[in-house]
C-alpha cells in the first residue's frame, strides 16, 4: 500500500479514497453521487505512479470535469487542468467555485503543449486522451509531453484497449455527430512502441479487467447515473419522493458492499492480466534523463 506524505500528514490509499468521497465527489460532476470502487483502483494506481505530490507541478491534461485535478490539489500539488471542450471547463469553474479548491484552468487541445516550455512539469496525468487523438498526430503528442516534463519527472497515461473494444469508428459521418469521438484504439505492444520512441521508460502497467469492473460498467454506473440525474432535477416530483426509499437502499447497499467488492478488486487486479483481457491500458511512464539544461518555465 502506498504512504504519502502531504499537509494531512502520512496516510494510506484508504485515506486518498475517504478524501476522494467526502471533499471532492460532493463537488465534482463526475455524474454519480457515490463512490466508485473501479475509480478508486484508478487513484490507488496514479498515486502508485505519482508517488508524494505535495509541492508537484501536474498537468492534467483531457481534466473533463475536474475531479482528478482537484484531489491531487486537494494534497498539496499545483495543478493545470487542460481540456478543450467547453462544458468541462464550465464544469471545473462550478467545482473550483463551491470547492474551494485552487486549482488552475485552462482551456486549450494537443496544439497547447507547443506553447509549454521544456522541464515545466514534475508529473502529467493523461487519462483517456490518446484516443481523441488523431493517429498521425500521436507522436509528436508524445513527444510535447516528454518536452515539458523535467527530467526522471513521470506520466500516468491510461486508455482503452484495442483487444476488448477492437477498432474505434472514425468515419467522417461519426465524427460530424460525436465530435469528441475516438479515432483509434491503441494495443499495449503499440503504446509501448509509442513511449519508446518518445524517450519513455516503461515503470509499470496495468490491465483493467476484473469482472466488478464490467459488473460496474453494466449495472452500477448505469444505475448510479440515473439516480444522480433524477435527484438533479427539479422535474417528476411525486416520481421522486415515490422512489426515494429505493434510492436509500441503493446508497446503502454500495456503501456495504463498497470495501469488500474495492478489495477483491485490488486483490485480482494486482496480479497482471493477459494483455487480451486487460479493459482499460494503465501505464506508468519516467522521462529519460538527458543531460541538457531545462529552461525556467514561464508558467506561474
Known sequence: MTLLTSKY?????????????????????????????????????????FGNVTGKRILDFGAASGHK?????????????????????????????????????????????????PGTFDLILCGEVIEHIRPSKLPTFLDSMHNILSPGGKLFLTTQNFDVYGPAENSAEYFEHSPFGHYKHYSFTELINLLDQASFQ??????????????????????????????????????????????????????????????????????RSKISTGMTIMIDAEKIISNGNQPKSRLQ
Open 9 to 49: 500528514g502520512m496516510f494510506s490509499a484508504d485515506n486518498i479514497h475517504r478524501i476522494y468521497k467526502h471533499d471532492i465527489l460532493p463537488y465534482a460532476d463526475v455524474g454519480v453521487r457515490i463512490s466508485d470502487p473501479s475509480m478508486m483502483i484508478w487513484l490507488e494506481r496514479m498515486f502508485t505512479c
Open 69 to 117: 485535478a482537484m484531489l491531487l490539489s486537494k494534497l498539496g500539488a499545483t495543478v493545470f487542468a487542460v481540456d478543450m471542450a467547453d462544458e468541462s471547463i464550465i464544469r471545473m469553474k462550478h467545482a473550483r467555485q463551491i470547492s474551494g479548491i485552487n486549482f488552475k484552468i485552462i482551456k486549450g487541445n494537443d496544439s497547447y503543449l507547443l506553447t509549454i516550455d
Open 202 to 271: 516503461i515503470c509499470n502497467y496495468w490491465y483493467e479487467c476484473h469482472p466488478l469492473t464490467r459488473l460496474r460498467n453494466h449495472i452500477f454506473y448505469p444505475l448510479a447515473q440515473y439516480d444522480n440525474a433524477l435527484y438533479a432535477s427539479n422535474r417528476f416530483q411525486l416520481i421522486r419522493y415515490a422512489l426515494r426509499p429505493l434510492s436509500w437502499i441503493f446508497h446503502l447497499i454500495m456503501d456495504g458492499i463498497y470495501p469488500i467488492s474495492y478489495r477483491l478488486q485490488r486483490m485480482y487486479e494486482y496480479k
